[in-house]
Nanobody
């Protein structure tokens, strides 16, 4: 099963940017659809963005459209979540998830704090 490692979280001021990375293991990572989720304290987990496997089609939560961009580089087994114009409501632990058929793998998460 694919293993995922996220990185890139941290503290950023409102209006700032962060670039999250999700690196997957193995030679079949490109066949997985990959999603970014986030969960803030006391809130339900929210799907932020997803990117398909082969054609790389994308979809975003309404709350991040126009500010976040998801992309993938299959040669590096990496999916990127570029987050711009961050607001305090974006603060959460961000997890990536890779899905193919019945397989659904999760990373350990990377925290994002948006505060002045």
């Amino acid at each position: 099963q694919v293993q995922l490692v996220e990185s890139g979280g941290g503290l950023v001021q409102p209006g700032g940017s962060l670039r999250l990375s999700c690196v997957g293991s193995g030679s079949t990572f490109s066949t997985y659809a990959v999603s970014w989720y986030r969960q803030a304290p006391g809130k339900e987990r929210e799907l932020v963005a997803l990117i398909g496997s082969f054609f790389g089609s994308t979809n975003y939560a309404d709350s991040v459209k126009g500010r976040f961009t998801i992309s993938r580089d299959n040669s590096k087994n990496t999916v990127i979540l570029q987050m711009n114009s961050l607001i305090p409501e974006d603060a959460a632990v961000y997890h990536c998830s890779a899905r193919r058929g019945a397989i659904n793998a999760w990373g350990q998460g990377t925290p994002v704090t948006v505060s002045s």
